[in-house]
Antibody, heavy 117, light 106 residues
Framework: EVQLVESGGGLVQPGRSMKLSCAASGFTFSNYGMAWVRQAPTKGLEWVATISYDGSSTYYRDSVKGRFTISRDNAKSTLYLQMNSLRSEDTATYYC??????????WGQGVMVTVSS | EIVLTQSPTTMAASPGEKVTLNCLASSSVSYMNWYQQKSGASPKLWIYGTSNLASGVPNRFSGSGSGTSYSLTISSMEAEDVATYYCLQLSSYPPTFGSGTKLEIK
């Protein structure tokens, strides 16, 4: 059974940093691209970043470029999102998702990030 | 960036009623994916590659479309179908989601 378990969220002040993790199991992690998708309270879904299966390619939405870094450790089957210079508009539930062929097929339960002073 | 416009924003259907949710793309896309999200839960893949049902999805659901116009249809509404449905395109970067259709039951 595919499982994605996010951790590392919480309350953080504007301008500070936070690192999210996503532990994967139930599939060969190193064979799949992975992505982060977020959802602000009462809002819709918004793609944040994607990383290729081997970590050689990364893609970001414009609003997080230069502030967020997606990475992975295939030996640990873990995906990361380093978030720097956080803003109030980054407040959201962050979901880890597996990037299958042309689809985000499995999703974690999500982790809440609140940026507030 | 391809913008996906979903309609209606909210709708209510009676049990047994046929329901159609729409997703209009600002430029042509090769296929569409749909997700179901129930209140307080994470999204679930519901339909992929325009018309393929994800594992466990009841066959009263179907997907269709091409180019810029896609739809999700429920042949006979059931109470368990209450949720918000989102479309997602991955044909071109950045990936974009529609704003969602909230489906309620009468």
């Amino acid at each position: 059974e595919v499982q994605l378990v996010e951790s590392g969220g919480g309350l953080v002040q504007p301008g500070r940093s936070m690192k999210l993790s996503c532990a994967a199991s139930g599939f060969t992690f190193s064979n799949y691209g992975m992505a982060w998708v977020r959802q602000a309270p009462t809002k819709g879904l918004e793609w944040v970043a994607t990383i290729s299966y081997d970590g050689s390619s990364t893609y970001y939405r414009d609003s997080v470029k230069g502030r967020f870094t997606i990475s992975r450790d295939n030996a640990k089957s873990t995906l990361y999102l380093q978030m720097n210079s956080l803003r109030s508009e980054d407040t959201a539930t962050y979901y880890c998702t597996r990037a299958g062929l042309w689809v985000f097929d499995y999703w974690g339960q999500g982790v809440m990030v609140t940026v507030s002073s | 960036e391809i913008v996906l416009t979903q309609s209606p924003t909210t709708m209510a259907a009676s049990p047994g009623e046929k329901v159609t949710l729409n997703c209009l793309a600002s430029s042509s896309v090769s296929y569409m994916n749909w997700y179901q999200q129930k209140s307080g839960a994470s999204p679930k893949l519901w339909i992929y590659g325009t018309s393929n049902l994800a594992s466990g999805v009841p066959n009263r659901f179907s997907g269709s479309g091409s180019g810029t116009s896609y739809s999700l249809t429920i042949s006979s509404m059931e109470a368990e179908d209450v949720a918000t449905y989102y479309c997602l395109q991955l044909s071109s970067y950045p990936p974009t989601f529609g704003s969602g259709t909230k489906l309620e039951i009468k």
